[in-house]
């Protein structure tokens, strides 16, 4: 039988591997330190002897050590496959920017960062990834550091559409971090230009409209919050996206409850479902649950509100952030309280200020809406200091995030409680602390 001769080397993969053991040997380093802790003595041997290509991410791990660029050893071939293949990788990254799979989205990309060798534009789409990956996990500030450098890259390379998305990224990294007011002034200078952009990028308009409207809620504005979603609404309708369809409809429920109309804000929550529902969207669906219970409660339909909130807690557990399993266990303490039960208020109260690990505003309301059913507790126990301590820090805490209505409503809280221990120089001063978190600036307002 005769025997099959080897293939012969390939002069790319031969010179490859020449160069490799060139650097190596005047590095002082063996193939076994090159390789380690990975790639074996063998794994390297049969690089330099021309026998296998090597993938880019253990030759960039060995040119790391030998303090080269990898495209030191690559010709132009190479040079093109190792782009095309970094191309994948940040492809891949980019698919990954789900509530799930965020966290591996995170892994990879600092991976890569780490690695080097990367030009400016995919050093800033690595860094636009990370944020808008860290944001999906609400670290707020972690993220306006990966996306202030991928805007400054951005910037340099002139790239309007790259700049966009990571001015976008960067203002809701700044709204999670707790500034509204701060992420709405770069909203509206965003806006702007998205208007003035040839062809017009009718989807970020859309995500920049909803993420106002968010704002405007936060800040206690929700007047101004359902202007700006009914534009989204108008809009979304063209693009057919049932994920941001579910977000309007959210946000106009969450605008209409602090209007005072249930009815109203129950109508958009329960469309909002059932487009997160058809989406298959599970965060999206706690979401809506969890706000179906506070509608539910306020109704004193108890038994639909725990059923609601029973259902987010649920998919909160494996799905989404921390800061929503806290916002759950927040909405079940109120829920508890208001059917009397303060055992399960207390201990979802507990729980909710545990789940919320990170943080940013959505952890930090979650923990002021727990604190508050603590304090009320406390007033029905007769501890009346402790409850009033409890919240000043929730008034403390909603003043940072720029919170105007909840903090009009914790000062009115403690002007009740000082009127009730006899204290009528606190109770005026508390209600006129509450009056001037809560009166509007304007009654004109333009969007």
Not at 169 to 175: C, D, G, M, N
Not at 195 to 223: F, N, S
């Amino acid at each position: 039988m005769r025997r099959r001769r080897p293939a012969p080397l390939s002069p790319a993969l031969k010179k490859l591997g020449e160069r490799l053991r060139e650097v190596r040997i005047a590095s002082g380093m063996s193939q076994a330190q090159l390789g380690a802790p990975y790639f074996t003595r063998a794994h390297v041997s049969a690089i330099e002897l021309g026998k296998i290509r090597p993938a880019m991410r253990s030759l960039e791990h060995m040119a790391k050590k030998l303090d080269k660029p990898a495209s030191y050893f690559l010709d132009d071939a190479d040079v093109e496959r190792a782009r095309g293949e970094r191309e994948l990788d940040i492809g891949s990254i980019e698919g990954l920017l789900t509530f799930g799979s965020a966290p591996e989205a995170v892994r990879r990309a600092e991976k890569l960062l780490d690695a080097g060798n990367l030009s400016v534009r995919d050093t800033c789409r690595l860094r636009l990834h990370a944020g808008s990956a860290l944001n999906l996990l609400h670290r707020g500030r972690d993220a306006i550091r990966a996306l202030t450098i991928a805007q400054r890259l951005a910037g340099e390379l002139g790239d309007e559409p790259l700049a966009r998305a990571a001015d976008y990224q960067l203002a809701v990294a700044t709204r999670i971090a707790g500034n509204p007011r701060g992420a709405r002034e770069m909203l509206e200078a965003l806006l702007r230009r998205t208007l003035a952009a040839k062809p017009a990028d009718q989807l970020l308009r859309l995500r920049v409209l909803i993420t106002l409207g968010g704002c405007a809620q936060d800040m206690g504005e929700p007047q101004v919050a359902t202007t700006y979603y009914q534009q989204a609404l108008e809009w979304s309708n063209d693009i057919g996206d049932l994920a941001r369809i579910a977000f309007i409809h959210q946000g106009l429920g969450n605008a209409y409850r602090a209007l005072g109309d249930h009815d109203a804000a129950a109508g958009h929550y329960q469309k909002a479902l059932a487009s997160a529902e058809l989406g298959k969207d599970l965060v999206g669906v706690l979401i809506v649950r969890n706000a179906l219970a506070v509608i539910a409660a306020d109704a004193g339909r108890i038994e639909a509100a725990y059923e609601h909130v029973a259902r987010a807690i649920e998919i909160a557990r494996v799905s989404g952030p921390a800061a929503y399993l806290a916002q759950c266990f927040a909405t079940r303490a109120e829920v508890a309280l208001k059917a009397k039960d303060s055992a399960l208020a207390r201990s979802s109260a507990d729980a909710a200020i545990a789940a919320a690990r990170e943080r940013g505003a959505d952890s930090d309301r979650a923990v002021a809406g727990a604190t508050l059913v603590l304090a009320e507790l406390d007033l029905r126990d007769g501890d009346t200091g402790k409850a009033e301590r409890r919240m000043r820090d929730v008034a403390t805490t909603y003043k940072a995030l720029d919170a105007k209505a909840e903090l009009g409503d914790v000062l009115m809280r403690l002007s009740r409680s000082a009127k009730k221990r006899g204290d009528l120089r606190a109770a005026e001063r508390f209600a006129a602390q509450a009056y001037v978190a809560t009166k509007p600036l304007s009654a004109n307002i333009e969007v």
